[in-house]
């Protein structure tokens, strides 16, 4: 029994959502379909209303111009003139000949017709009296005249175009009448619900025949009068007509309920107004819920074969999952033998690397203990003796002893080489004492002094306010500070506008800084650049042990040295010390 009603009630849900779907569906469909259908009346909007002002600018100077004419002013001066009537008469027919205009005449200050282009048809204007129409009246105040209307004489509809004319005493209108009807048939034939309205909301131009000579909203009785008055639609009674629009944007025409949207046209207060149908749009959305509806349908009954699915799934994992559960752990318990044994291993590995790197540098050691056991007392000997024969030279060989001190001074070099060897093998251990870090700077500083003269730099010592103590040997703290100013002057030699400059300050740290202006370290160096005999210098000279032996003396101090280069700016070298707790002695 419990099966059943389960089933019931999936089914009524099924109902349910598929009517939720189709009435979601139907409502944002018909919204966006009826969007679309404004958006594409607005664009035959601009389309016709951009055709319709052109079509009448092309009238819009006619009526100025023709006014200027020497034959209608004469006929305006002299109306009871035959001769002058016959010739403005022929000359309003050839000018509405060739610029296509239904009428042109020409009325006089009461009104009264002088001369038409139609003089010679049963229905000439000549003659007849207009002094009712708007349009004469605006003409007669000086302004250009606009009016829509039906022909009291023709019969026929026509948009009115006045200019005043004014000659000596005489004046009077020009008027053209243009033929807007093409476009209504031009609508009818493209099956357009397309109308123009005038000021009143009358509908005097119309592609639906249903809609012509009928208001968008009813007429009062003040319009009507006004209306009948100036005979706009002379023949036409406005009064029973019913009103076109339903809403201020539905209309209900032979095709049923439609969409209407409208749009201002010139400076008369027309409107041009245009619908369609709201029945594909119904459709649409109709057809858009019952396939909403449908895919909801087939939704739930995927979502209930999926759900046994899933419960057939769900049974087979359960009837293994004590299986999977084991597996997991002893895979789990491997994978941590496994990581054991690889960590056992590279420690294995680096306590390999480390063991051999011990023993290459104490051969190096050694190595350099024999070196300089076995060259130290020949090259002081050799330093001695050519000493020796430079004082005991004769007069005048001065290019003998520019060799001879040429070959002292690379004897000296090899001198320096062994005691940085001897410094290098032998970890000397020495008291730690309080010293001014000034005091040492300025040796060193006095000491480079001659390689320093040699390339044209003078190093310069920015000395803090207060004095700076740190403990250390004097001694290996001024070997430090030489090594360090002697490789700034190597890298700002040659360069101009060469600077080294070394400042001093205390904090929790104390920190000394040697700056140069020199060609600066790659960035791929820097992480070697203390290691024994690695060096940059292209030249060859030095081993590469100088900041090697600075960096082990700074270590025994408890200090670090770091170096930061860009290459062609220049390179700092930072020595940091521990601060000193108490000023006496250890």
Not at 220 to 227: V, Y
Not at 237 to 263: C, E, F, N, V, Y
């Amino acid at each position: 029994m419990r099966p059943k009603l389960t089933g019931q009630r999936t089914l009524w849900a099924a109902f349910a959502l598929a009517l939720c779907a189709a009435l979601l569906t139907y409502h944002f469909t018909h919204r966006a379909s009826e969007t679309a259908l404004r958006a594409q009346l607005d664009q035959s909007l601009i389309l016709t209303a951009r055709a319709v002002e052109t079509e009448i600018a092309r009238y819009g100077s006619l009526p100025g111009i023709a006014a200027q004419d020497a034959r209608i002013l004469a006929a305006l001066a002299a109306p009871q003139n035959a001769a002058n009537q016959a010739i403005a008469n022929r000359y309003l027919a050839k000018v509405g000949q060739m610029s296509g205009a239904a009428q042109l005449f020409l009325m006089g200050a009461d009104g009264t017709t002088i001369a038409a282009s139609n003089y010679d048809t049963e229905q000439s204007l000549v003659g007849k009296n207009y002094s009712f129409r708007p349009y004469f009246q605006a003409a007669m105040q000086g302004q250009h005249g606009r009016f829509y209307a039906i022909g009291v004489t023709t019969g026929l509809p026509g948009y009115f175009l006045s200019s005043p004319v004014t000659y000596g005493a005489a004046s009077g209108a020009l008027v053209v009448k243009v033929d807007l009807t093409p476009l209504q048939a031009t609508w009818s034939r493209a099956g357009l619900s397309m109308a123009i309205t005038d000021q009143d909301g009358v509908a005097f131009l119309s592609g639906a025949p249903e809609w012509l000579y009928r208001p968008t909203l009813p007429l009062g009785p003040e319009t009507l009068a006004r209306i009948r008055a100036s005979r706009t639609y002379d023949g036409v009674d406005l009064a029973p007509s019913q009103a076109i629009l339903t809403a201020p944007d539905h209309a209900i025409s032979a095709k049923g309920p439609m969409l209407i949207r409208t749009r201002p046209l010139t400076d008369d207060g027309w409107t041009l107004l245009t619908g369609a149908p709201l029945a594909p749009v119904t459709t649409t959305a109709t057809l858009s819920a019952f396939g909403a509806a449908l895919l909801a349908l087939l939704a739930t009954g995927l979502a209930k074969i999926a759900n046994q699915r899933r419960q057939l799934v769900a049974l087979r994992l359960r009837q293994n999952a004590l299986l999977e559960a084991r597996v997991t752990e002893r895979t789990r318990d491997l994978a941590h033998e496994v990581q054991a044994r690889r960590q056992t291993e590279a420690e294995l590995r680096a306590a390999q690397d480390g063991l051999i790197h011990s023993e290459k540098m104490a051969a190096l050691g050694r190595m350099s203990a024999a070196i300089v056991h076995e060259i130290s007392q020949p090259l002081a000997a050799m330093e001695a003796t050519l000493g020796a024969a430079e004082i005991a030279l004769p007069a005048g060989q001065e290019k003998t002893q520019t060799r001879i001190a040429t070959a002292r001074g690379l004897i000296r070099r090899m001198q320096r080489t062994t005691k940085h060897l001897k410094s290098f093998s032998r970890k000397e251990q020495g008291e730690l004492a309080l010293i001014d870090i000034s005091h040492a700077i300025e040796n060193a500083i006095e000491l480079t002094a001659p390689r320093a003269k040699a390339i044209g730099v003078s190093p310069q010592f920015i000395a803090p306010l207060a004095s700076v103590h740190v403990r250390a040997g004097a001694i290996r703290m001024e070997q430090v500070l030489v090594n360090l100013l002697l490789n700034a002057l190597d890298a700002v030699e040659g360069k101009p506008d060469a600077r080294i400059t070394v400042t001093a300050e205390q904090a929790a740290l104390t920190t000394i800084r040697v700056t140069d202006t020199g060609t600066g370290i790659a960035s791929a160096d820097l992480p070697r650049i203390t290691e024994p005999f690695f060096s940059t210098k292209i030249t060859g000279e030095g081993l590469g042990l100088g900041l090697s032996i600075s960096q082990a003396i700074v270590q025994e101090f408890g200090g670090e040295i770091r170096i930061s280069s860009d290459i062609g700016t220049g390179t700092t070298v930072t020595v940091t010390l521990p601060t000193p707790q108490t000023t006496g002695p250890i």
